[in-house]
């Protein structure tokens, strides 16, 4: 059997992940013990995001023709790619986290949502609160004004009845 053809199915399964993301981050590994990269990827998958070791050439074949394509300078050295497949800033924000306690694992690059970034890019990305907390942030902050409201209103209806009743 050819090369290209022992090729052929890892490619198409990159380019499945890269059609259903909305980012992807790419990171050196380096350094990293196998105990480390299993906490790593257990907290990437409880996340839904998919995380992966693919040979640069493979990425290179997978990202022509996508958004992804930016990324190709950056394929260089060992390299793993995380799929941000629900929650775009999700694989940034988790790989961040991690490396506070695993200095090993470097930024690389990232594209989201269409947009290149480089590792200081990716860094800035990973302070994005996700989705749900940015939405629960901007309800509590429509609610409180309508708390405060209400509020007034039960002080003026009270006061209201306590002179009515005198």
């Known amino acids: 059997m050819a090369k290209i053809e022992l090729k052929a199915p890892v490619v198409d399964e990159i380019k499945q992940y890269a059609a259903d993301a909305s980012s ?6 380096r350094g990293l013990t196998v105990e480390q ?29 996508t958004d992804f394509a930016q990324l190709d300078p950056n394929l260089e050295g060992p390299t793993a790619v995380a799929f941000g497949m ?3 800033t999700a694989p940034a924000r988790i790989i961040k986290e991690f490396a506070k306690d695993t200095p090993a694992i470097e930024f690389k690059a990232a594209v989201v949502e269409g947009t290149y970034y480089d590792a200081a890019g990716v860094n800035a990305i990973a302070d994005i609160p996700s989705r749900e907390v940015l939405i629960s942030k901007l309800l509590g902050s429509l609610q409180s004004p309508i708390t405060n409201l209400a509020r007034v209103l039960n002080q003026i209806a009270e006061k209201s009845d306590g002179a009515a009743a005198e």
Do not use: C
């Not at 992807?24 to 590994?29: E, K, R, S």
């Open 86 to 88: 629900e929650d775009a």
């Open 37 to 65: 990269d299993t906490v790593l990827r257990k907290k990437l998958r409880e996340a839904g995001v998919v995380y992966k070791v693919y040979k640069n050439t493979m990425l290179h074949l997978a990202f022509s023709g």
């Open 24 to 29: 992807a981050v790419l990171v050196d590994y």
